[in-house]
């Protein structure tokens, strides 16, 4: 109770005491001629006027944190648990208001991120040195002309990479960097963007990691106590793209993207006092290709068709496992294809509806005898409309998702064909009050995953596993108002949330990283609130300042059976309080940083509920100097960071231990 008190305090005190400095304008001579220049930029959307709760990180905001990966950042938004097992290799996913990672959607650049083995994204595969944006939606994403599949999840992460930005058009871009920091850590990265035509813009970018993950760990039951360095936490990774973006005379366009991943890391183990042996090790090769054509057709209807093949390839070592082949050398192979056609219509001046239709066929082989090897064939039909007039939103959907699996060994799941409604309404007081009002109500349905119920090595998964059913409820209010003083805009939001869900599927790991647990837990029930504040401000020509804060306080207890001794026991790593903060300051071309994020206890097993299962919360405070430094035509960034300044020791998951205080130097070079 301290500590969440301690930092509610903190956070409190982030929103009075910031000062620092704008950048300053260069004084130019009056008598120069100068060329003509066109300056194009996006302008950051204000998230906070939407029907449902919707956060933004910009790409300011993202190089304002010293995060490795799309994973470290999607920690700042609020309602959001990145499941994170220690270093920059370790897999970070992501479960949002405790419906679980595969209950989440990931979108790269409007397409479908999937992965039908798992059916959790690793965040850790995506860099955040290339992106424009990251944007996480309950409930829908609101543009009305997606791809159906986009409606199928609780919530929904939208990476969107700057390939496509309108300014890439109007001039040759490139960029390149590095960053070295603690443990080994090498980060090189580089980026060009070409355009070939006025219409027509090829780009191609990549970064490679080199981490030897050996961080100092301190382990201890409160008896005895075990100090070392963390092993077989190495990585090696390299991730790049190549796009291509064609304009036509009609303005519809045509967006292309390959995008290639590759690692080979250490699984660590568990912490076991005087036995952490760890010799497992993952090696992955994923692919994938995606085409989206958007056009015009008239003054009232916009067509959409997208298109994308993907192969994934994970390799599991485990030379110390007990079998006749001396151990494991698991490979696995996942493909999909996948189609989507969607079609909106303006329907007079306040309707605006769509439909959508997407097909996915996915299959998974692997090297093990008798492997079941699942094919499933997934459907989804969506129709939505959008209305809006004076001071009302109304939002609603209608999912249709038909899922059919096929397996060569073994018997496959049933059959499923389920109807999923969402909607959401939103009123503002007055056309020019800063408050407005919203709700919305989602049902959602998914499928045990391909390793749910087809993985061979683990005795608890059962192949009957149910499906799981969730409903939201949601009740928030925002205020959102520009200023002309010292503080220039303040826009906070506070939603109040209720989701039961029915057969919630709970995976933990067991014996290392690669193989884990699953049941189905009768119902749980999960309330919170959901807080999240921006505000910004100049105190002088030369100098502004900025705050974000995001915090969630909730509760998640498994109600299945009142007479069971595990009635209302905390489903595992759901915290009751978590929270980060955000402030910058910027003095002409430097710029000051400072983060925290806090989580309060969890529970490390479902069911119990005593002090011997309890991982104690955690704090971690970020700081960071960086400076921009003008070269003729090329702008040099230098930026400085310390991560975990205090030191703080802790598990985000039981017996993986995070690193405690690392640095981070970084110099980029490009010719904006």
């Known amino acids: ?104 959607g990931v979108l790269y650049d409007g397409i479908p ?105 301190n382990f201890n039951n409160g008896i005895i106590s075990q100090n070392g360095n963390r092993i077989n936490s190495d990585i090696t990774s390299f991730q790049g793209e190549l796009n291509a973006i064609k304009q036509f005379a009609d303005s519809s366009t045509l967006r292309t993207k390959v995008w290639g991943y590759s690692s080979d890391r250490g699984l660590p183990g568990a912490l076991i006092f005087f036995n952490s042996i760890s010799v497992q090790r993952l090696t992955d090769n994923d692919f994938f290709a995606q085409s989206c054509y958007q056009a015009k057709l008239n003054s009232t209807m916009s067509l959409l068709l997208s298109a994308k093949y993907s192969n994934l390839f994970t390799r599991y070592q485990d030379p110390n496992f007990h079998n006749n082949a001396g151990g494991l050398d698991d490979r696995y192979t996942q493909q999909e294809g996948y189609l989507s056609a969607a079609l909106s219509k303006k329907i007079g001046k306040y309707i605006t509806a769509s439909i959508a239709s997407d097909a996915a066929l996915t299959n998974l082989v692997a090297n093990i005898k008798n492997f079941p090897a699942p094919t499933r064939i997934n459907l989804w039909n969506n129709v939505a409309i959008q209305f809006a ?61 391909f390793n749910d119920v087809y993985y061979n090595y683990i005795s608890s998964i059962d192949p009957k596993l149910k499906p799981e059913y969730s409903d939201q409820y949601d009740l928030g209010a925002i205020y959102s108002k520009n200023y002309n003083a010292t503080i220039k805009q303040v826009n906070i939001s506070i939603d109040g949330y209720y989701n039961t869900v029915k057969d919630k599927i709970i995976a933990v790991p067991s014996t290392n990283l690669f193989m884990w647990s699953v049941t189905n837990i009768g119902k749980v029930d999960v309330a919170g609130i959901d807080l999240t504040a921006e505000i910004n401000g100049v105190l002088s020509p030369t100098i502004n300042w900025s705050v974000r804060i995001a915090y969630t306080l909730q509760r998640a207890e498994d109600v299945t059976d009142p007479t069971s001794g595990q009635y209302k026991d905390q489903i595992p790593y759901t915290p009751n309080n978590s929270g ?50 003008q070269i003729r035509k090329i702008e040099a960034n230098i930026k400085v960071g310390v991560n975990n300044i205090f030191d703080a020791r802790y598990d985000v998951v039981a017996f993986y231990p995070m690193p405690g205080r690392s640095y981070k130097i970084g110099i980029v070079f490009n010719n904006l």
């Open 1 to 104: 109770m301290r500590r969440t008190i301690c930092n509610g305090l903190l956070i409190a005190f982030l929103f009075v005491f910031v000062s620092s400095v704008a950048i300053a304008q260069t004084v130019l001579d009056s008598n120069a001629v100068l060329k003509k220049i066109t300056v194009t930029s996006n302008k950051k959307q204000n998230v906070f006027t939407k029907p449902v709760p919707v956060q933004l990180l910009n790409q300011q905001t993202l190089q304002q944190l010293n995060s490795y990966s799309v994973g470290d950042a999607a920690q700042y938004f609020s309602g959001v648990l990145i499941k994170d097992y220690g270093g920059i290799g370790g897999l970070k996913t992501i479960s949002v208001r405790s419906l679980g990672a595969s209950n989440t």
């Open 113 to 217: 991120v999937a992965d039908a083995q798992s059916g959790q994204i690793d965040l850790s595969k995506f860099s955040s040195t290339f992106v424009q944006s990251l944007e996480l939606d309950l409930a829908n994403p609101q543009q009305i002309l997606l791809p159906a599949r986009a409606y199928a999840s609780a919530a929904v992460l939208s990476i969107t990479s700057n390939t496509f930005m309108p300014v890439n058009f109007t001039q040759k871009k490139w960029q390149i960097g590095v960053n070295q920091g603690s443990f080994g850590l090498w980060q090189p990265s580089a980026g060009i963007y070409l355009p070939v035509t006025k219409s027509f813009i090829v780009s191609a970018n990549g970064e490679a990691t080199w981490d030897k993950g050996d961080y100092p760990y």
């Open 389 to 449: 007039r004076s001071l009302w939103q109304i939002n609603a959907s209608l999912l249709n998702t038909n899922i059919n699996d096929k397996t060569e060994v073994g018997p496959s799941l049933q059959n499923r064909n389920e109807l999923t409604p969402t909607i959401a309404v939103s009123y503002k007081l007055a056309p020019s009050s800063p408050f407005l009002l919203r709700t919305f109500y989602k049902k959602i349905f998914r499928m045990p995953t």
């Open 580 to 629: 980060s903060g955000i402030v910058t300051l910027n003095y002409k071309k430097w710029e000051l940083g400072y983060n925290i994020l806090f989580s309060d206890y969890r529970y490390a097993l479902e069911g119990d509920d005593d002090p011997s299962n309890k991982l104690p919360g955690w704090t971690t405070h970020d700081v960071f100097v960086s400076r921009s430094i």
